[in-house]
Protein backbone atom coordinates (compact mmCIF):
# COMPACT_ATOMS: atom_id res chain seq x y z
CA UNK A 1 0.00 0.00 0.00
CA UNK A 2 0.89 3.69 -0.88
CA UNK A 3 2.10 5.71 2.51
CA UNK A 4 3.24 9.05 2.68
CA UNK A 5 5.27 10.54 5.71
CA UNK A 6 5.89 14.35 5.84
CA UNK A 7 8.96 15.56 8.05
CA UNK A 8 10.61 18.90 8.72
CA UNK A 9 10.92 21.59 11.01
CA UNK A 10 7.93 22.83 13.06
CA UNK A 11 8.64 25.97 13.27
CA UNK A 12 10.20 28.83 11.40
CA UNK A 13 10.99 32.35 11.50
CA UNK A 14 9.14 34.89 9.41
CA UNK A 15 11.24 35.32 6.48
CA UNK A 16 13.04 32.11 6.15
CA UNK A 17 12.38 29.15 4.09
CA UNK A 18 10.06 26.34 5.20
CA UNK A 19 11.39 22.89 3.63
CA UNK A 20 9.63 19.71 4.23
CA UNK A 21 10.48 16.65 3.20
CA UNK A 22 8.06 13.65 1.91
CA UNK A 23 8.53 9.93 2.10
CA UNK A 24 6.95 7.60 0.25
CA UNK A 25 7.17 4.20 0.76
CA UNK A 26 4.90 1.22 -1.17
CA UNK A 27 5.01 3.24 -4.64
CA UNK A 28 7.83 5.18 -6.77
CA UNK A 29 7.31 8.37 -7.55
CA UNK A 30 8.50 8.29 -10.81
CA UNK A 31 4.81 7.40 -11.62
CA UNK A 32 1.58 9.60 -11.12
CA UNK A 33 2.18 13.14 -9.64
CA UNK A 34 2.87 13.98 -5.95
CA UNK A 35 1.99 17.34 -4.45
CA UNK A 36 1.42 19.53 -1.07
CA UNK A 37 -1.83 20.55 -0.09
CA UNK A 38 -1.90 22.48 3.46
CA UNK A 39 -4.47 23.38 6.13
CA UNK A 40 -4.84 26.82 7.70
CA UNK A 41 -6.22 27.33 11.33
CA UNK A 42 -9.63 27.38 10.77
CA UNK A 43 -9.79 24.67 8.72
CA UNK A 44 -9.16 26.23 4.74
CA UNK A 45 -6.98 24.15 2.88
CA UNK A 46 -5.08 24.80 -0.52
CA UNK A 47 -3.79 22.65 -2.97
CA UNK A 48 -0.27 24.25 -2.80
CA UNK A 49 1.53 22.13 -5.92
CA UNK A 50 2.68 19.12 -7.54
CA UNK A 51 5.38 17.33 -9.26
CA UNK A 52 4.83 14.94 -11.93
CA UNK A 53 6.65 11.69 -12.79
CA UNK A 54 8.78 12.70 -15.52
CA UNK A 55 9.97 16.10 -12.91
CA UNK A 56 7.47 18.63 -14.27
CA UNK A 57 6.04 21.02 -11.52
CA UNK A 58 3.14 23.05 -11.75
CA UNK A 59 1.80 25.74 -9.00
CA UNK A 60 -0.94 27.41 -7.60
CA UNK A 61 -0.62 31.00 -8.59
CA UNK A 62 -1.07 32.14 -5.37
CA UNK A 63 2.47 30.82 -4.72
CA UNK A 64 4.19 30.93 -7.32
CA UNK A 65 7.21 32.98 -7.29
CA UNK A 66 7.54 31.48 -3.47
CA UNK A 67 7.63 27.78 -4.34
CA UNK A 68 9.71 24.88 -5.40
CA UNK A 69 8.90 21.27 -5.29
CA UNK A 70 11.50 19.07 -6.53
CA UNK A 71 12.42 15.41 -5.64
CA UNK A 72 15.20 12.52 -5.23
CA UNK A 73 14.15 9.48 -7.08
CA UNK A 74 16.84 7.55 -5.96
CA UNK A 75 15.55 7.80 -2.46
CA UNK A 76 11.42 8.20 -3.29
CA UNK A 77 11.60 11.05 -1.51
CA UNK A 78 10.17 14.97 -2.63
CA UNK A 79 10.22 18.02 -1.09
CA UNK A 80 8.68 21.43 -0.72
CA UNK A 81 10.72 24.67 -0.36
CA UNK A 82 8.55 27.83 0.67
CA UNK A 83 10.20 30.75 0.50
CA UNK A 84 10.13 34.14 2.33
CA UNK A 85 7.09 32.70 4.87
CA UNK A 86 4.77 34.71 7.21
CA UNK A 87 2.70 34.33 9.99
CA UNK A 88 0.15 33.42 7.12
CA UNK A 89 2.16 30.15 5.93
CA UNK A 90 1.23 28.47 9.53
CA UNK A 91 -0.46 25.47 8.79
CA UNK A 92 -0.56 21.87 8.49
CA UNK A 93 0.95 20.59 5.52
CA UNK A 94 0.34 16.98 3.89
CA UNK A 95 1.96 15.67 1.44
CA UNK A 96 -0.14 13.38 -1.21
CA UNK A 97 -0.54 11.32 -4.23
CA UNK A 98 -2.62 13.06 -7.01
CA UNK A 99 -4.78 9.74 -9.37
CA UNK A 100 -8.62 10.64 -9.99
CA UNK A 101 -7.99 13.69 -7.42
CA UNK A 102 -6.11 13.34 -4.10
CA UNK A 103 -5.82 9.86 -3.18
CA UNK A 104 -3.50 9.32 -0.63
CA UNK A 105 -2.27 11.31 1.89
CA UNK A 106 0.28 11.50 4.53
CA UNK A 107 -0.40 12.23 8.20
CA UNK A 108 0.43 15.83 7.93
CA UNK A 109 2.85 18.31 9.77
CA UNK A 110 2.06 21.57 12.16
CA UNK A 111 4.62 24.09 10.85
CA UNK A 112 4.44 27.28 12.76
CA UNK A 113 5.88 30.43 11.54
CA UNK A 114 6.83 32.72 14.46
CA UNK A 115 9.72 34.77 15.56
CA UNK B 1 -10.52 29.42 -8.76
CA UNK B 2 -13.68 27.81 -8.18
CA UNK B 3 -15.48 28.40 -5.15
CA UNK B 4 -16.40 25.05 -3.42
CA UNK B 5 -19.24 25.57 -0.43
CA UNK B 6 -20.19 22.71 1.92
CA UNK B 7 -23.07 22.18 3.99
CA UNK B 8 -23.62 21.67 7.26
CA UNK B 9 -20.57 22.68 8.83
CA UNK B 10 -21.64 20.50 12.07
CA UNK B 11 -24.18 17.55 11.94
CA UNK B 12 -24.68 15.43 14.78
CA UNK B 13 -26.70 12.30 14.03
CA UNK B 14 -27.72 8.87 15.69
CA UNK B 15 -26.35 5.26 14.83
CA UNK B 16 -28.38 3.97 11.80
CA UNK B 17 -29.31 7.40 10.19
CA UNK B 18 -28.79 8.46 6.99
CA UNK B 19 -26.99 11.29 6.63
CA UNK B 20 -26.25 13.87 3.63
CA UNK B 21 -23.57 16.11 3.17
CA UNK B 22 -23.07 18.64 0.32
CA UNK B 23 -21.06 20.83 -1.84
CA UNK B 24 -22.17 23.31 -4.14
CA UNK B 25 -19.39 24.65 -6.83
CA UNK B 26 -19.47 28.16 -8.16
CA UNK B 27 -19.43 26.26 -11.64
CA UNK B 28 -19.65 23.20 -13.53
CA UNK B 29 -16.81 20.64 -12.19
CA UNK B 30 -18.03 17.90 -14.77
CA UNK B 31 -18.61 15.25 -11.96
CA UNK B 32 -14.80 15.70 -10.87
CA UNK B 33 -15.85 15.58 -7.10
CA UNK B 34 -13.95 13.64 -4.20
CA UNK B 35 -14.97 12.94 -1.16
CA UNK B 36 -12.48 11.78 2.06
CA UNK B 37 -12.77 11.50 5.43
CA UNK B 38 -10.24 12.76 8.38
CA UNK B 39 -9.89 11.70 11.86
CA UNK B 40 -8.02 13.92 14.51
CA UNK B 41 -4.49 13.21 13.72
CA UNK B 42 -4.61 10.64 11.13
CA UNK B 43 -4.29 10.84 7.05
CA UNK B 44 -7.47 12.12 5.19
CA UNK B 45 -9.24 8.94 3.54
CA UNK B 46 -10.68 8.82 0.19
CA UNK B 47 -13.71 7.42 0.22
CA UNK B 48 -15.28 8.48 -3.03
CA UNK B 49 -13.95 9.11 -6.28
CA UNK B 50 -15.07 11.70 -9.32
CA UNK B 51 -18.74 11.38 -8.07
CA UNK B 52 -20.02 7.97 -7.80
CA UNK B 53 -17.03 5.69 -7.53
CA UNK B 54 -16.61 3.90 -4.50
CA UNK B 55 -12.61 3.96 -3.47
CA UNK B 56 -11.65 -0.01 -2.87
CA UNK B 57 -12.20 -0.86 0.90
CA UNK B 58 -14.60 1.64 1.67
CA UNK B 59 -17.97 0.46 2.68
CA UNK B 60 -21.22 0.32 1.05
CA UNK B 61 -23.05 2.30 3.04
CA UNK B 62 -21.30 5.23 1.74
CA UNK B 63 -22.36 6.62 -1.91
CA UNK B 64 -22.13 9.68 -3.72
CA UNK B 65 -24.15 11.60 -6.64
CA UNK B 66 -24.30 14.74 -8.56
CA UNK B 67 -24.12 16.83 -11.55
CA UNK B 68 -22.92 20.10 -12.82
CA UNK B 69 -22.67 21.97 -9.65
CA UNK B 70 -24.29 20.28 -6.72
CA UNK B 71 -22.96 17.29 -5.16
CA UNK B 72 -24.22 14.78 -2.49
CA UNK B 73 -22.46 12.59 -0.05
CA UNK B 74 -24.60 9.84 1.54
CA UNK B 75 -24.29 7.53 4.47
CA UNK B 76 -26.75 5.26 4.56
CA UNK B 77 -27.13 3.66 8.04
CA UNK B 78 -24.23 5.64 10.41
CA UNK B 79 -22.39 3.76 12.26
CA UNK B 80 -20.22 4.72 15.52
CA UNK B 81 -16.78 4.56 13.34
CA UNK B 82 -18.15 7.19 10.97
CA UNK B 83 -17.33 9.96 13.19
CA UNK B 84 -14.75 12.60 12.21
CA UNK B 85 -14.71 15.23 9.41
CA UNK B 86 -15.32 15.19 5.76
CA UNK B 87 -14.94 17.05 2.93
CA UNK B 88 -14.66 17.33 -0.60
CA UNK B 89 -12.49 18.54 -3.17
CA UNK B 90 -12.97 19.25 -6.63
CA UNK B 91 -10.34 18.61 -9.41
CA UNK B 92 -12.11 19.94 -12.77
CA UNK B 93 -9.55 22.30 -13.01
CA UNK B 94 -6.20 23.80 -11.47
CA UNK B 95 -5.78 24.52 -9.18
CA UNK B 96 -8.08 21.69 -6.99
CA UNK B 97 -10.12 23.30 -4.44
CA UNK B 98 -11.69 22.33 -1.10
CA UNK B 99 -14.83 22.11 0.73
CA UNK B 100 -14.56 23.53 4.18
CA UNK B 101 -15.17 20.28 5.88
CA UNK B 102 -18.30 19.10 7.68
CA UNK B 103 -17.64 17.63 11.64
CA UNK B 104 -19.99 14.71 11.99
CA UNK B 105 -20.66 13.85 15.36
CA UNK B 106 -22.29 10.48 16.65
CA UNK B 107 -25.21 11.00 18.91
Known amino acids: EVQLQESGPGLVKPSQSLSLTCSVTGYSITSNYWGWIRKFPGNKMEWMGYISYSGSTSYNPSLKSRISITRDTSKNQFFLQLNSVTTEDTATYYCARYYMGINYWGQGVMVTVSS | ?107
Open chain 2, 1 to 107: DIQMTQSPSLLSASVGDRVTINCKASQNINKYLNWYQQKLGEAPKLLIYNTNNLQTGIPSRFSGSGSGTDYTLTISSLQPEDFGTYFCFQHNSWPGTFGSGTKLEIK
